[in-house]
C-alpha cells in the first residue's frame, strides 16, 4: 500500500524530467573516438597522396575477404616529389562484408587505414548491395574532407564509458 | 432549447455531444501516448505533426483502411456485432451527461442511475466479441472481463448511492447544484477512493487490465479483431474513459459549480468542468504507467473484502449522519478515517508474511 504512493512518487518525479530519447535522424548522438565504422583510407596532407602503398597486408589478414587492393609504380616518386616508390592502383572494400573487426588497422604498416568514428561510418546503408562495393575514392572521401581528425589520438584503451584497462602490476600483485 | 421542436433540439444536442466527444477522444489517445511516453523518459509521438498531434487522426486513418478479417470458424453474426454492442451504450451514457446547467442532451431526474445501469451494458459486447471469436484467449478475456465488470459495478454503484444520499437526489444537474459551498470529495473521501478504483476496474485500465492482459492472453477478447471493428471497441473504451472521468468530476467535484458557482455564464463553467475532468483523465493515466497488473484473484478478494464491506460502511455513515442530522463535518472525518483504515487493512493484509515451515535437508535414498 505505502510501496504503491511510492511507486507514484516515482513517476511523478520521472515525468518532469527530461526524456533521454534523441530525435535520431534529425539528432545525431556524440560518438565516442574509438567507435568502429566501416574503415576508410587516409590521406597524407603533406604529400598530396594516399598513405596506402597497395602492399596488400590488410587484403591477406582479412578474415571476411573484402578486400582487394593492386599496386602500381609511384608517379610522384618519378617526378622527386615523394619518397614512396609504390602506391595503391586500386582498392576495393565490399562493406556488405566487412565485420569492423579492426585486422586491418591493427596489421598496416603505413597506418594507411582506419576505422571511421564518425557517423558517416555507420549510416551506409544502401538500395543495392553492388553500391556497399567501395573505390579508392569513396575510402578516400572522408579523410580528404577532413572528417578524421587526429585517428590515432592517445589514450588509445580509454573507452567512452571510463573504462580503462587495469594496469599490468596489480594483477600480477593480486596472483 | 436550441430549437422549439423537440426532435430538432434532441438531433442537434446529440450531434453536438457526439462530434465532442470524437473530437476528445482523438485528443485522448494523443495525450495517453504522450503522458506513458514522459513517464518512461520517452517522447511519445513527435513527427506526424508538432509534437505528433496528428497522431491519432493517422492512426484512425491506417485503421479505417485496414482489411476486416472475421476467423473461419468465428460465429458470424455474434462476432460482427459485439463492436456495435460494446460502442452503443458508451454513446447512449452521454445523452444524460450534463457539462453544465444548460448544456445536456436530456437532463434526466435518474441520470446517474442511467449512467451507470447504461455502463454496464458493455459486459455484453465483451462477452459476444470473446464467445464469437472461437478463440480461448479471447473467451477467457471475455469470461475474466464479465466477472472483473460485475463485480465492480457493485462497490461504483454503492459508493455512488453514497453521494445521492446526502444529495437526496439521483438527477446530475441537482447532485452539482448542492456542491455550491464544498464538493463531496470533502465529505465522501471513503465513496472517492472506492469510485476511483471501481471506475479503473470498470474501465479495464491497469492495474486491472486483465480481461486484455496483453501479456497473457495478448489482448484478451480483442485478439481476432482487426481495422474498424478493433478500433469500435477502443473507441467504445476511450468513450468510457471520458464519461466516467466527467461523472466524477460532477458527483466528487463540484462540477460546474465549484467554486465559481452557478452564476459565472458558461464558458467559464465548460473550462472548469473539462479541468476537472482532464485532472481525473490524467490521474488515471498517471495510474495506468505506475502500478502493474494485478492477479484475477487478488482483484476479486480485492472487490469483495475489501471495496464491498467499506462501500457498506461509507452507506451507514452517511445514514446515521442524516438520520441524527450531525454536522457534515462529522461525516468528512468518519468518511476520512474509514478510508485510512480501509488501506491500514490492505497494507496490513499485503505485508502479512506467511511463517515459514521448519525444513532440514533430507538425505536421498539410497545413500548412507
Keep these: ?175 | 432549447m436550441i430549437a422549439d421542436n423537440p426532435w430538432i433540439d434532441a438531433t442537434v444536442r446529440t450531434l453536438l455531444v457526439v462530434l465532442l466527444v470524437i473530437l476528445v477522444v482523438l485528443i485522448l489517445i494523443w495525450l495517453e501516448r504522450k503522458v506513458a511516453g514522459r513517464i518512461q523518459m520517452r517522447l511519445g509521438p513527435m513527427v506526424t505533426g508538432p509534437y505528433g498531434i496528428i497522431q491519432s487522426a493517422a492512426d484512425a486513418i491506417k485503421l479505417l483502411t485496414k482489411e476486416d478479417l472475421r476467423p473461419a470458424t468465428a460465429d458470424r453474426w455474434v462476432f460482427e456485432l459485439a463492436p456495435f454492442v460494446a460502442f452503443v451504450p458508451s454513446l447512449l451514457a452521454l445523452i444524460a451527461l450534463p457539462f453544465t446547467a444548460h448544456l445536456f442532451v436530456r437532463n434526466l431526474e435518474l441520470g446517474l442511475f442511467y449512467i451507470v445501469a447504461v455502463s454496464g451494458l458493455s459486459t455484453v459486447g465483451l462477452l459476444m466479441a470473446g464467445w464469437g471469436s472461437a478463440n480461448k484467449y479471447a473467451l477467457l478475456g471475455a469470461v475474466r472481463g464479465a466477472a472483473q465488470l460485475i463485480s465492480y459495478e457493485i462497490p461504483l454503484v454503492l459508493a455512488i448511492l453514497a453521494v445521492a444520499m446526502v444529495s437526496g437526489s439521483l438527477n446530475l444537474v441537482e447532485i452539482v447544484n448542492e456542491q455550491g459551498r464544498v464538493p463531496y470529495i470533502v465529505w465522501q473521501p471513503l465513496g472517492f477512493a472506492i469510485f476511483i478504483i471501481a471506475t479503473l476496474a470498470e474501465l479495464r485500465r491497469n492495474p486491472f487490465d486483465i480481461p486484455a492482459a496483453e501479456s497473457e492472453i495478448i489482448g484478451g477478447p480483442f485478439i481476432e479483431y482487426s481495422g474498424i471493428r478493433w478500433s469500435m471497441f477502443f473507441f467504445a473504451e476511450y468513450i468510457n474513459v471520458f464519461v466516467l472521468s466527467v461523472l466524477g468530476s460532477l458527483v466528487f467535484l463540484g462540477g460546474w459549480n465549484w467554486p465559481l458557482g452557478n452564476e459565472v455564464g458558461w464558458p467559464l463553467q465548460v473550462v472548469l468542468i473539462l479541468l476537472k475532468t482532464s485532472a481525473m483523465l490524467l490521474l488515471f493515466m498517471w495510474l495506468r504507467s505506475t502500478l502493474p497488473r494485478l492477479r484475477i484473484d487478488q482483484l476479486m478478494s480485492f472487490c469483495w473484502q475489501v471495496l464491498l464491506p467499506f462501500a457498506f460502511v461509507a452507506i451507514i455513515v452517511n445514514g446515521l449522519v442524516l438520520v441524527y442530522e450531525w454536522p457534515d463535518v462529522v461525516l468528512g472525518l468518519l468518511s476520512g478515517v474509514a478510508a485510512l483504515v480501509a488501506g491500514a487493512l490492505v497494507y496490513h493484509s499485503s505485508h502479512r508474511t506467511v511463517p515459514s515451515q521448519p525444513w532440514s535437508l533430507v538425505p536421498a535414498k539410497g545413500i548412507d
Design chain 1, 1 to 175: 500500500m505505502l510501496g504503491l504512493f511510492k511507486a507514484l512518487g516515482t513517476t511523478l518525479s520521472v515525468i518532469v524530467r527530461k526524456p533521454v530519447t534523441l530525435q535520431y535522424p534529425a539528432v545525431h548522438k556524440e560518438l565516442p573516438h574509438r567507435t568502429r565504422g566501416f574503415p576508410v583510407l587516409l590521406w597524407n596532407f603533406e604529400v598530396v597522396e594516399p598513405f596506402c602503398t597497395g602492399c596488400r597486408v590488410c587484403a591477406r589478414y582479412c578474415p571476411s575477404e573484402c578486400i582487394s587492393v593492386t599496386m602500381k609504380d609511384n608517379p610522384l616518386y618519378a617526378e622527386g616529389k615523394s619518397k614512396r616508390r609504390k602506391i595503391v592502383d586500386r582498392f576495393y572494400l565490399d562493406y556488405g562484408r566487412c565485420m569492423r573487426c579492426n585486422i586491418c588497422v591493427e596489421v598496416c604498416n603505413f597506418d594507411a587505414i582506419v576505422l571511421n568514428n564518425s557517423w558517416s561510418g555507420h549510416e551506409v546503408s544502401r538500395y543495392d548491395r553492388r553500391d556497399l562495393v567501395n573505390d579508392l575514392d569513396d575510402l578516400l572521401a572522408e579523410s580528404k574532407g577532413g572528417g578524421l581528425t587526429n585517428p590515432f589520438r592517445e589514450p588509445l584503451g580509454m573507452a567512452h564509458s571510463g573504462w580503462s584497462p587495469k594496469p599490468r602490476g596489480e594483477k600480477a600483485e593480486a596472483e
